[in-house]
Structures are given as C-alpha cells and as structure tokens.
C-alpha cells in the first residue's frame, strides 16, 4: 500500500511563494509520473503539473512559468514550487500518479492566496 503525503502549504498574499512536498512510503517514482493536482471549492480535481521519470515536465497553462515540478527519487519525494501565486491558485493539493490510482489519493495540503 502506497501512503502518499503531501505538505507545506499555507497562507500567503498574491504574489508569494510556497514549496509543497509528497513524500511516498516508497519508491513509485523510477517507474510512474508523478502528478500535482489541485482541487478548488466547488470545482473539479485538476492536474497542474506532471514530473516524468526521466525529469520532463508538464504544466497546465494556468500555472505555466510560475510553478515548477521536480523529484528526489532517492527521499521518494517530488516538490512544487509554486511562485507569483494568485487568488485562483487557492485550493487543497494533492499528488498522485499520472493517471492517478484512487487508493493513493491522501490528505492533500491547503494553500490559500489571498488579494
């Protein structure tokens, strides 16, 4: 069973920074991509960015230059780093696998932009 479990989010104003981490309770990363989603209130969960096993990235138009995915295969951790943030960045993170296993899915991390 892979625990997945996501940490570092916050409060922060408009135009901040935060770094969200997920660490696995073991190794998925050599063989999966590595998704970051984000769920709004009242909107759908949403891939944001997806980190490839050979480091290759993906972003949602929306976050593109702004957020930066990467991976520490060895902790079995990948971060965001999520710069310029907004208002519409306001929502609970989660990481999981791309396409994303049901049973992975943890508690997610909240961040909060306010204006």
């Known amino acids: 069973q892979v625990q997945l479990v996501e940490s570092g989010g916050g409060l922060v104003q408009a135009g901040g920074s935060l770094r969200l981490s997920c660490a696995a309770s073991?190794?998925?990363?050599?063989?999966?991509?590595m998704g970051w989603y984000r769920q709004a209130p009242g909107k759908q969960r949403e891939l944001v960015a997806r980190?490839?096993?050979?480091?290759?990235?993906y972003y949602v138009h929306s976050v593109k230059g702004r957020f930066a995915a990467s991976r520490d295969n060895a902790k079995n951790t990948v971060y965001l780093q999520m710069n310029s943030l907004k208002p519409e960045d306001t929502a609970v993170y989660y990481c999981?696998?791309?396409?994303?296993?049901?049973?992975?899915w943890g508690q997610g991390t909240q961040v909060t932009v306010s204006s």
């Open positions: 999981n696998v791309v396409p994303p296993i049901y049973d992975y």
């Open positions: 980190i490839a096993s050979d480091g290759s990235t």
């Open positions: 073991r190794s998925i990363f050599s063989v999966n991509g």
